[in-house]
DNA sequence: CTGAAAGCGCTTACAG
DNA sequence: CTGAAAGCGCTTACAG
């Protein structure tokens, strides 16, 4: 590999010319800065970044730790996240936590080891111990997306969990509904408490009373809407007829448990899903769902980790809009 | 940050002494590693990963390019190269092309740069010249997986994809259908024209004529394959009993042209896709669909790269078992 | 088993 | 505008 020396005497100049020729060319005049670009050119040369990095200690390399690729969620956060990276001459590493602790530690790691310069973590399911270091360390630039900890105040970029669970229910409630039920993700989630939250104030308002029986815990997956929609349409008297899931996947899930329980959606049963995914216009019937500002939130969230790596002074924790998309999936209450 | 230096100083020992203790352990005495380790702990080091890979130069990063973060077709892909990558020692740098040659490039730039290792690559929508030139050097450990170019040698991990689309429609050929029509991906990916073949020579081993206007194009989005789909259900009476996709979210988009037009699948209509993703259980009808062992071929991919940056000799081309898996979108053909 | 020393390829403060 | 020189933090061949 040709370095920065062969093109300084293929130029005929110095490599600190070269160098300035390279990283800011106002630096240099125009006939010396035109003989670089010829010699780099000529011997094929291209930048070490190790060398640089090691020199400026920095990596232009952002982290980006997400719990599962396999998310459909995740896609246009990321989309967003790069698209700002990018264009401020960064590049984004994607970790894959994949429910293991130790990558997640390797990827956190990549930053005292200047290989990255930042982290942006979109999973609580990552070890504590290890967040709870970095965050004393006030050095250490890390930023939430989507998620956050209830018990750890790090930089965030969110959405109004509660309050969007809040109107889906209400909008179950308005369309005359009683006997609503409810798919949590995982229950230690702070953003599924929030949501859970959002649906008991949505019940609650209306004067409902809250059936523990009918909050029932998933993980997120078509599989355990499935699961536990089952499970609710079992009981076939005072049945639920509507169920507010926390993800459009489990509420996929509940569709099909629907139609293997011969319950029509949405003349006998209405589905609520949350985060607006590709697939939820797709299924049948399609998905009336609360959409998030998916990219919206990757833009802002990479923003906010680079103003915080130009000690910028910033707004710290950000709220989006969210909006109720209403489908096919949902209908007036059937009469009992 | 601490460096090297300062382990040495509190182990009291040469930087020499201390790398050696971190790198290869076994050359080092017992009471030795034990004092750098100590020491190691008590200054808070961590190695400055950008000064090793200029020293070693070589950066044990691997990258992926892919065409879109969104496709679920890759996530598992994904996992079965991070697996591998990382049981290595190497890590995974997801790099979405998303139709934008500069990124590409910049990719493609990570390896000359000394950032990256290798560069495995997942689509074929790469500008052409760039690939080139790369494979025409040898030294650039370059390997693809699922996608080929046809007119370029490089290591590849595939599947067989004219056998399986050969073997998809020879199914529904033995379900009786003979108006099968198709949806193509990207006319001019080589997989696509490969798929193209096997549903062609599966009709003209069943003597059935190929209608010029029962192929269409599309795009591997469900939208495209709403869209084709409509318009391949217009002609009422004789319009297709059976449509071939070639991936499943434009499957997805045919059942939902299907439900548009008061078509019933599987009486009226039999719809095929491929891939096995994650929603094809999900929709309504579950999807009979062609499976590809997508987590075995992302292992083998970085396997095969791993090896070649070990020099080693490896088969510079690969072939994995696909499957067809019926479910209940695909029935035996309506009487006409 | 250990240390002194060279060097990986850059960048940048300093001097002119 | 340009160059000589120091130095970023490691690793490793060499010598002992």
Redesign the interface.
């Known amino acids: 590999?040709p370095t920065i020396k062969d093109v300084a005497r293929a130029a005929n100049c110095s490599t600190a010319t070269v160098s300035r020729a390279l990283a800011s060319p106002e630096k240099v005049s125009d006939a010396t800065r035109h003989r670089v670009a010829q010699a780099v050119a000529k011997v094929g040369y291209?930048?070490?970044?190790?060398?640089r990095?090691?020199r400026r200690?920095e990596?232009r390399t952002i982290v980006v730790i997400l719990p599962n690729?396999?998310n459909?969620f995740f896609?246009?956060v990321?989309?967003g996240l790069?698209s700002v990276a990018?264009q401020a001459g960064y590049?984004?590493?994607?970790g894959?936590a994949?429910n293991n602790p130790d990558?997640v530690a390797?990827y956190f790691?990549?930053v005292?080891?200047?290989?990255a310069d930042g982290i942006i973590l979109l999973s609580t399911e990552v070890p504590m111990a290890l967040v709870r270091e970095r965050q004393a360390d006030a050095g250490f630039p890390l930023v939430m997306a989507c998620e956050y900890f209830d018990n750890l105040s790090l930089p965030t970029i969110h959405i109004d969990n509660e309050q969007a669970a809040h109107k889906a229910t209400e909008y179950l409630v308005a369309l005359g509904h009683q006997r609503i039920a409810t798919i949590t993700g995982p229950a230690r989630n702070p953003i599924c408490k929030d949501r859970l939250r959002g649906y008991r104030h949505g019940l609650a308002d209306a004067g409902l009373n809250i059936q523990d029986d009918w909050i029932v815990e998933g993980d997120f997956t078509?599989h355990s809407g499935?699961e536990q929609g089952r499970i609710l349409l079992q009981q076939d008297k005072k049945r639920p007829t509507a169920i507010f899931c926390q993800n459009d996947e489990m509420a996929?899930?509940v569709?099909?448990a629907a139609?293997d329980a011969g319950v029509v959606v949405p003349e006998q049963l209405s589905v609520i899903g949350f985060d607006d995914i590709?697939?939820s216009?797709?299924?049948?019937p399609e998905l009336t769902t609360v959409h998030q500002p998916r990219e919206a939130i990757g833009r802002t969230a990479m923003r906010l980790l680079l103003d915080i790596l130009k000690q910028r002074n910033v707004p710290l924790d950000q709220s989006l809009k969210t909006q109720l998309i209403v489908r096919s999936s949902t209908a007036r209450a059937p009469r009992d």
């Open positions: 590999m291209s930048l070490n970044a190790a060398a990095n090691l200690s990596s690729i396999a459909p896609s246009d990321i989309s790069e990018h590049q984004v590493l994607l894959d994949g990558r390797s790691n990549l005292p080891s200047n290989q078509f499935y996929i899930g569709l099909k139609r590709g697939f216009q797709y299924c049948e």
